[in-house]
Every structure is written in C-alpha cells, then in structure tokens.
C-alpha cells in the first residue's frame, strides 16, 4: 500500500494540472485572446499528441530500465513544465509548454502500469490499477477546487492586476502553486523498491529489472523509429524496403491531404497539423515494431479485443474529455455561476464521485471476474449505459443544483471503468510487453479521444455563437453534439466483448507464433 499511495499521487498531480484548466479558462481566454476552438487545442490536442509520441519511448524505457526512474524522472520533468505554463503570454507559447507537459506525462502510466502488474497479484490487479487510477477524479476535483480559490484570493489582493507583483494575473500564479509538489513527488518515487517483473505470473525476466544493457540506447532507437524521416532509416534495412517506404509515405500525403481539408473547413491549422503528425508517428512506430519485434505487434495489433476495446474507449474518451474540459466554462456562461463556485461544487463532485466510481468499477470487475472472462468489458459498458441519459439531462436542467447534481451520476458512471481499461491492456499481453501495450492503449484514446474531443466541441460552439447564439446555448450544443460518440463507443466495446475469450486462450500462440527466436522472448 505504501507504493500505491505515491501512484495514487502521481494521477492527482497530473489531474490537478489538467482539470485546472476547466477553472481557469475564462480568466485565460480574456486575457491571452483566445477562442473556444483554441482553448480546446490547448485543452486536449497541445498535451495529447506530444503525449502521444513520446509515450512510445518511454514506454520502452519503462521496459528495459528501472520503472520507479522512469517515472520519478517524469514527474521532475512536467512539473518544471507547468511552472513554465504560468510564464506564457501567447497561445503560441501556452501550447509549446503544454506540449511539454504531455511529454513529461508520456511516461507515466506506462511504467506505473507495469509496476502495479509486479506488485500485485492477477487477482488483486484491477482493483489496485483501480485505486491507482482513482487519483485522476481526486486530482481533477483538487485542481478545480484549487484554481477557483487561486483565483478569488488573488483577484481580492489584487482588484486592479497592474498592482500585482510582476504583473502576475490569478490563472499564472495558480500553475506555480500545483508545480510546487512535483519535486517531492518525484523523490518519494525514486526511493521506492522495483519488483521483480513476471513474479506474479511465474514469467520471471532471465535479466534482472534495471539490468538490461545500454537501456537509453533502445528507447532512443524507439524514438528514432517514430519521427518522421528518421522512421524510415530502420526500416530501410530490412527486406522489402522499398515497399514499406511506399507505404510510409502514402499515408503521410493520405495524412497530409486529410488535415489540409479539414484546415479548410475549420480554419483551425494547428489543430490538424498535430493530429496528423501524432497519428502518422504511431503508424510509422507500428511498422518498425512489426519489423523489429513481431510477436510484440502480433500480441497488442493483432489481438481483435484489444482493437475493438481501444477504439471504443477513445470514442467514450472523447465525450468525457470535452465535458471534463467544458462543464465549468458551461456551468459560468449558462447559468452565471462563478469560477469559484463552480470551481468548489465541481471540485467536489468530480473527487467524490470519481473515487467512489473507480474503486466500485474495479471492485465490480474483480468480483464478476469469477464468473465470466467478459467483466472489464460489461462494467465498461454499464459505465456508458449509465452516463448517456445523465448527459442529455445535465445538458437540460432547470436550474445550477440540478446541473450540477447530474454532472456528479454522469462522472460517477464515467470513471467506473478507468482501472478496467489498464488491466484489459495488460492481461492480453505478456509481462514483457505490458509498458508498450500500456502505452499503446493511451496512445489511441489520447489522439483519437482527448486530442479531438474538446477542440470539437469548442468548434461547434464557436459556429454557433459566430451565427449570433447565446454563448452558453452555443456550448451546450457543442458538449450534446459531441456526445453523440457515444453510440460507436458502446458498439466496439460490444464487438470487444464477443472476441475476449477466444483471444485470451491465443495470448501464447500470438506471442510465440512468429519463429524459435521470437517464441523465446515473447515472455
């Protein structure tokens, strides 16, 4: 438990730092002149698509090196980054210390995921991934609590903001004050004990944890195999060169074509950049790892549940990143709420309701566990069933209580399924692939979910308000209108459920089905 309780504090602080923003926008927005499509860039796409292309390496290193380094190195690293997000003054600038928030962040869960794998029992995994996770609603409602109060504090010092020292507005001074933990944070990690990996399921590494040679060298051949260009020079040197260099550069024009048409259309040309780039570095990634490392791809791409499940969550990750991200913007523009209040009732509700959903939903799927292999996915789908009508009715409600009391069902049933998500990435994986199949599951809901989610919704309540609606009508038909994801997510969670037993009775004969070599290093 006491390990556990650092990465309980690892998700709070990376949460304090994302869900701040909710409280912090409107104070943002008016003084860096921003629009609501470019507060959701910053939002969800700034953090998400660095995140997503440095997870991959530091993934790797996660797999190969000591994890409690890893992670303490991470947090060190995004900390000094959120400092540095108080010193922006452009949305140039806000977004380049974002994205280096996302890199900080990028090797995370990867190595705590794996951790936990090692730390305890198969029996026991969802409910302390669950634990672990449940740090994300507790971070989310103490950094909403906390920027309202950074806030009213400091506009009540400092009525007239040219009085302030250096000038400082209450949204700069709020990041300074949630940088502050992350240096303890980060030594309390790296004076934890590394476990040995596989102990749990018999498949001990020959190689100690924190033994492999020359670790900085594999993940900088990670990175080198994601980046544009530099991608194609390990593929190069395998057969069938020419053909896989095509194919790369196919679906980088593909890529590129696809971003200039929605450049057009939107207007939003950082927005579609950075999707593209993230999206064309992880194709780049998958055929490099299906040349370097067959069976590793064969377990995480080619496994039907895992596809299906992944791509199901990011459709739900897009719905609850744009409400996470919009509700206290809505709560202030529809029903004048305050930054403050908002800020302190959400608060409440997302560490209350948060907690007790993650705890519940992987308690639930331990205890269903025993009855059927499908439980992660029927509590991921009962999660769902349970937060589309809280949606429509939050969205609807006659009055702030009333809002505010159907936002906490809608995050209640939300967060059910945050633990479950890790663990069904993990038990479909040998132990040796855990922090690439990890990171691989972030990577799809974080591009194709969080990256997407709260720029489009921004977006549609942008058109809406250009053609003369009420801002807070105009958001609230952003938010409903996003929210139809909803429908495909619940059909490829459903899809993922019909293929779970098959696929976990092939998990050795798709680790080991590519040749004597890679059948002796699938685990």
């Given at each position: ?37 470019e ?21 790797r ?19 000094a ?81 040219a ?45 100690p ?77 998958l ?63 997302l560490a ?11 308690a ?89 989610g ?10 809406y ?23 495909p ?14 696929d ?15 059948a002796?290093?699938?685990?």
């Amino acid at each position: 438990m006491y390990a556990l309780s650092a990465f309980v504090l690892v998700n709070v602080f990376a949460f304090v730092d994302r869900q701040i923003l909710a409280v912090l926008a409107e104070d943002i927005k008016a003084d860096l002149g921003l629009s609501d499509a470019e507060l959701g860039f910053i939002f969800g796409t700034a953090i998400s698509v660095f995140y997503v292309i440095f997870s991959i390496p530091l993934a790797r290193l996660a797999d190969v090196w000591t994890r409690k380094n890893v992670l303490a190195g991470c947090v060190a690293a995004w900390s000094a980054m959120i400092f540095l997000t108080g010193c922006a003054r452009s949305f140039v600038s806000f977004a380049v210390f974002r994205a280096g928030v996302g890199v900080g962040e990028a090797g995370c869960w990867p190595a705590l995921m794996s951790l936990i794998a090692d730390y305890f029992s198969p029996r026991l995994r969802s409910t302390a991934m669950s634990i672990a996770a449940a740090g994300v609603p507790i971070g989310g409602g103490l950094g909403l609590l906390l920027g309202g109060y950074v806030l009213d504090a400091w506009h009540g010092l400092y009525p007239d903001p040219a009085n302030a020292p250096l000038g400082l507005k209450g949204w700069q001074v709020a990041f300074f004050v949630v940088a502050v933990p992350g240096p303890f944070l980060a030594l309390w990690l790296w004076s934890l004990r590394e476990p040995q990996r596989g102990q749990n399921e018999g498949l001990v590494e020959a190689v100690p944890s924190g033994a492999q040679p020359r670790p900085f060298v594999a993940t900088i051949t990670e990175l080198a195999a994601t980046l544009p260009v530099l991608s194609l020079v390990p593929m190069s040197r395998h057969a069938g060169a020419a053909r896989r260099i095509i194919l790369n550069l196919a679906i980088a024009f593909a890529l590129a074509g696809g971003a200039a048409g929605l450049i057009a259309v939107t207007g939003s040309p950082a927005q579609w950049i950075a999707v593209a780039v993230g999206v064309y570095c992880v194709a780049t990634w998958l055929q490099n790892l299906a040349l370097r490392d067959p069976a590793a791809f064969a377990m995480i791409v080619k496994c039907r549940t895992l596809t299906f499940a992944n791509l199901g969550v990011a459709a739900y990750v897009f719905v609850i990143a744009g409400i996470a991200g919009w509700f206290v913007p809505f709560m202030i523009r529809a029903y004048d709420a305050t930054a403050a209040e908002a800020g302190a009732i959400v608060g409440v509700i997302l560490a209350a309701c948060g907690l007790f959903g993650n705890v519940l939903g992987g308690a639930l799927a331990d205890i269903l566990e025993r009855r059927t292999d499908r439980a992660k996915i029927y509590v991921m789908l009962l999660s769902l069933a349970l937060a589309a009508p809280a949606i429509v009715t939050m969205l609807h409600a006659q009055s702030k209580m009333e809002a505010y009391s159907l936002f906490g069902i809608f995050y209640f049933a939300a967060t059910l399924w945050y633990g479950i998500g890790p663990a069904l990435a993990n038990s479909l994986v040998t132990p040796r692939v855990r922090g690439i199949s990890t990171a691989f599951y972030l990577i799809v809901f974080t591009l194709l979910g969080a990256a997407i989610g709260p720029y489009t919704m921004g977006f549609v309540s942008d058109s809406y308000a250009a053609s003369g609606v009420d801002a807070g009508e105009a958001l609230r038909k952003g938010i409903l209108l996003g929210s139809v994801m909803l429908v495909p997510a619940g059909i490829l969670l459903s899809l993922a459920a019909v293929f779970l037993p098959a696929d976990q009775a092939a998990l050795l004969d798709r680790a080991s089905g590519f040749g004597p070599r890679q059948a002796r290093v699938a685990c």
